[in-house]
């Protein structure tokens, strides 16, 4: 089991940027595959991005394509949501998420990630 913390949420303006990172406790961080999820009041948690163990291979929901950059530094244990050109239906909170089980793959579907963090508000106002 890892723990996990986000931070870097905050309100922004349209247009604007915003870094969220999120932190892991343990050791064996680098070999799990990541993820970054969002839910917005009244809907279902979505899909947002996500980075293989070793930091390849990140893809995207075609909503943030382009707009949101995925990394992760597995000597900081931490995983980081770049968000730019930020728009007000980007507000959400949002969660990293780890898959920790063994032969996880790299998904978009929260029931591959086993471990949650709090989340953190972002607000983008017009």
């Known amino acids: 089991q890892v723990q996990l913390v986000e931070s870097g949420g905050g309100l922004v303006q349209a247009g604007g940027s915003l870094r969220l990172s999120c932190a892991a406790s343990g050791r064996t961080f680098s070999s799990y595959n990541m993820g970054w999820f969002r839910q917005a009041p009244g809907k279902e948690r979505e899909f947002v991005a996500a980075?293989?163990?070793?930091?390849?291979?990140?893809y995207y929901a075609d909503s943030v394509k382009g707009r949101f950059t995925i990394s992760r530094d597995n000597a900081e244990n931490t995983v980081y949501l770049q968000m730019n050109a930020l728009k007000p239906e980007d507000t959400a909170v949002y969660y990293c998420?780890?898959?920790?089980?063994?032969?996880?793959?790299?998904?978009?579907?929260?029931?591959?990630?086993?471990?949650w963090g709090q989340g953190t508000q972002v607000t983008v106002s017009s």
């Open positions: 980075i293989s163990w070793s930091g390849g291979s990140p």
């Open positions: 998420a780890a898959a920790t089980r063994p032969l996880s793959p790299l998904s978009s579907s929260p029931y591959h990630y086993s471990d």
